[in-house]
T-cell receptor, first 111, second 114 residues
Framework: EAQVTQNPRYLITVTGKKLTVTCSQN?????MSWYRQDPGLGLRQIYY???????DKGDVPEGYKVSRKEKRNFPLILESPSPNQTSLYFC??????????FGPGTRLTVT | AQKVTQAQTEISVVEKEDVTLDCVYE???????LFWYKQPPSGELVFLIR??????QNEISGRYSWNFQKSTSSFNFTITASQVVDSAVYFC???????????FGKGTMLLVSP
């Protein structure tokens, strides 16, 4: 089954404690992205990757890191999480010009 | 820079009413793609439609229809005979050709009551 998986689905953590949200896709897509969704703001792109070892900033990259060492994986790293990073996070993948396939979302709470 | 505006924050209708969700976009590219996604209360994002900038033909899929008008930079979505299961947040999105970024509107919450 074609899918994008994210782990964990829910996470509560404390300010400053490094965390990683994993994302994996099994469709051999070149493009992968991370978004955050906040009430009243819609989805905003954090980072995207056009292929292995090629990443670039989206609209709201501050406080986040990503890496793309393998085509299927695109982890999101928060080195020092802060409460304003409490949000719903989506990973997505797609081919050029095609629709995004979204993961199920990760709800992160930073206290 | 690309931009998507969904001016309707929330719409409430009664079942069986028709409802149109508006989407206006801005882009400098002549080649681009437009999308609609549905986010039901369960939270996942469900793809509904993709349209490229060279295809202005309107599309109908069951109770759903889409009206793409380049002259007004709009890509509106109509649900005919709405049902309670249509209650969700609907997002319009834009992707310019040659880029992997996808810009979303802020979404329209549709509430369909019985």
């Amino acid at each position: 089954e074609a899918q994008v998986t994210q782990n964990p689905r829910y996470l509560i953590t404390v300010t400053g404690k490094k965390l990683t949200v994993t994302c994996s896709q099994n469709m051999n897509h070149e493009y992968m992205s991370w978004y955050r969704q906040d009430p009243g703001l819609g989805l905003r792109q954090i980072y995207y990757s056009m292929n292995v070892e090629v990443t670039d900033k989206g609209d709201v990259p501050e406080g986040y890191k990503v890496s793309r060492k393998e085509k299927r994986n695109f982890p999101l790293i928060l080195e020092s999480p802060s409460p304003n990073q409490t949000s719903l996070y989506f990973c997505a993948s797609r081919e050029q010009g095609s629709e995004q396939y979204f993961g199920p979302g990760t709800r992160l709470t930073v206290t | 820079a690309q931009k998507v505006t969904q001016a309707q924050t929330e719409i409430s209708v009664v079942e069986k009413e028709d409802v149109t969700l508006d989407c206006v976009y801005e882009t400098r590219d002549t080649t681009y793609y437009l999308f609609w996604y549905k986010q039901p209360p369960s939270g996942e994002l469900v793809f509904l439609i993709r349209r490229n900038s060279f295809d202005e033909q309107n599309e109908i899929s069951g109770r759903y229809s889409w009206n793409f008008q380049k002259s007004t930079s709009s890509f509106n979505f109509t649900i005919t005979a709405s049902q309670v299961v249509d209650s969700a947040v609907y997002f319009c999105a834009l992707s310019e050709a040659g880029y992997s970024t996808l810009t979303f509107g802020k979404g329209t919450m549709l509430l369909v009551s019985p």
